[in-house]
């Protein structure tokens, strides 16, 4: 196995990812690569990706390079496809609304249906680092729970609220080949598409043809 973090701690059944966010994050960055980010038209953003099989150093080596990525887009969610990897996982580094900073990568995630009553939508401004410099209101629901594996492959259950369950949603989103623009109505996803070609991404991105 190529290092990895030790194994985060579980709490209620759900995965501690708030502790030692400034030290797992920098390990991952300090051993990865910065990729350039694939933008909407890229086809590997299109299709659902292959399921993580292989718990091993070269996934260890990808979430590094994830990590590398997101912090030099100024992201704080990644998935590996918008680096062009056919593989579901993502990673993420982001605060919820009350400012608590969550770090993490989810193998295989699948969003857990909640009960209609539990579902109060935000309908904040979204943005995606593979439709650069484009945003639009979105709602979604401001709690999210995904279920997945952790990089050694361990059964990991992920909660978020309010921002942090934004990024979930539309993380995962991403590994099934569905982009926040495909939520919008065709309006205003003309508008997200106007928005990206006027504007000059501040990071590397793979050209598409």
């Keep these: 196995m190529a290092q990895q973090d030790t194994d985060q701690r579980i709490d209620g059944g759900f995965l ?6 400034e030290e797992r994050e920098r390990a991952h960055r300090e051993r990865g690569t910065v990729r ?16 993580v099989t292989e718990f091993d150093d070269r996934l260890a080596a990808l979430i590094d390079d994830m990590f590398a990525s997101q912090r030099a887009a100024e992201g704080v969610g990644l998935a590996a496809n918008q680096i062009g990897v056919d593989l579901k996982v993502f990673v993420y580094d982001c605060p919820d609304d009350e400012g608590v900073r969550h770090v993490g990568a989810v193998c295989n995630p699948v969003l857990a249906e ?11 401004n979204e943005g ?20 997945g594996q ?12 309010g921002y942090f369950a934004r990024c979930l949603q539309h993380e995962t989103d991403h590994l099934y080949g569905r982009l926040y ?8 996803r003309k508008e997200a598409l106007r928005m990206m070609e006027e504007g000059t991404p501040r990071y590397e991105t793979v050209p598409n043809g």
Excluded: F
Aim: charged fraction near 30%; charge should be negative; proline fraction near 10%.
């Design 114 to 124: 909640l009960p209609a009553g539990d579902r109060v939508l935000d309908d904040s």
């Design 181 to 188: 623009i495909d939520r919008l109505s065709k309006r205003e």
């Design 128 to 147: 995606c680092l593979s439709v650069p410099t484009a945003y639009a209101e979105l709602p979604r629901p401001d709690y999210a729970v995904v279920r």
């Design 150 to 161: 952790d990089a050694r492959g361990n059964p990991i259950v992920v909660q978020g609220t």
């Design 16 to 21: 501690v990812d708030t502790e030692n966010c």
């Design 36 to 51: 350039p980010i694939t933008v909407v038209g890229n086809p590997v953003l299109h299709r659902e990706c292959r399921d």
